[in-house]
T-cell receptor
Framework: AQTVTQSQPEMSVQEAETVTLSCTYD???????LFWYKQPPSRQMILVIR??????QNATENRFSVNFQKAAKSFSLKISDSQLGDAAMYFC??????????????FGKGTKLTVNP | GAVVSQHPSWVICKSGTSVKIECRSL??????MFWYRQFPKQSLMLMAT?????????EQGVEKDKFLINHASLTLSTLTVTSAHPEDSSFYIC??????????FGPGTRLTVT
């Protein structure tokens, strides 16, 4: 079974600075998707960024980018120019892309990000 | 705008009663919906996969007779917590498959059982 590990329960960053959240995963599959979701205090889950395993190019969405290392099974999230609104729980998630594979999202335990003014 | 809605957003019920939570997909027809449970400061735990027109698929350890799921249409799935007890108090979130393997999540329902 696939597992997702987020080794940083909490992180903090100064406003306007850059922070990197770590995520590693374990899978024997060759094709899959990886996601970062954000859950602010409202508890609404919001998709931050998505990566397809077969793509070598790292995904970027404005101030958010990932460092996807397939061989190392690592998928870190970098937030540049941090803003107060970035404060939230961040969850790394895995989903199989194999035909007939599970549609389930496997979540890590999350990293609580605090942004200091 | 919202892609997935949940109702109610917050409910308090007495121990032993049942409560129904609705999940509506507003922008997509969904043959599959997912129900999660989230305890404070914890991650989302998948409870079951709701299948339109057929029985739900429950995760190991989830009591199917306690958490009744009905997926009666392509836009509506309901979760009924039967004979609720205080330990069922939690945050329940539904999710709908979106484009490019993404998921859209509802805003969640906070259940408090007294």
């Amino acid at each position: 079974a696939q597992t997702v590990t987020q080794s940083q329960p909490e992180m903090s960053v100064q406003e306007a600075e850059t922070v990197t959240l770590s995520c590693t995963y374990d899978t024997s599959e060759s094709d899959y998707y990886l996601f970062w979701y954000k859950q602010p205090p409202s508890r609404q889950m919001i998709l931050v960024i998505r990566q397809e395993a077969y793509k070598q190019q790292n995904a970027t969405e404005n101030r958010f980018s990932v460092n996807f290392q397939k061989a190392a099974k690592s998928f870190s999230l970098k937030i540049s120019d941090s803003q107060l609104g970035d404060a939230a729980m961040y969850f790394c998630a895995y989903r199989s892309a194999n035909q007939g594979g599970s549609e389930k999202l496997v979540f890590g335990k999350g990293t609580k990000l605090t942004v200091n003014p | 705008g919202a892609v997935v809605s949940q109702h109610p957003s917050w409910v308090i019920c007495k121990s032993g009663t049942s409560v129904k939570i609705e999940c509506r997909s507003l922008d997509f027809q969904a043959t599959t919906m997912f129900w999660y449970r989230q305890f404070p400061k914890q991650s989302l735990m998948l409870m079951a996969t709701s299948n339109e027109g057929s029985k739900a698929t429950y995760e190991q350890g989830v009591e199917k007779d306690k958490f009744l799921i009905n997926h009666a249409s392509l836009t509506l799935s309901t979760l009924t917590v039967t004979s609720a007890h205080p330990e069922d108090s939690s945050f329940y979130i539904c999710s709908v498959p979106g484009l490019l393997a993404t998921r859209y999540f509802g805003p969640g329902t906070r259940l408090t059982v007294t």
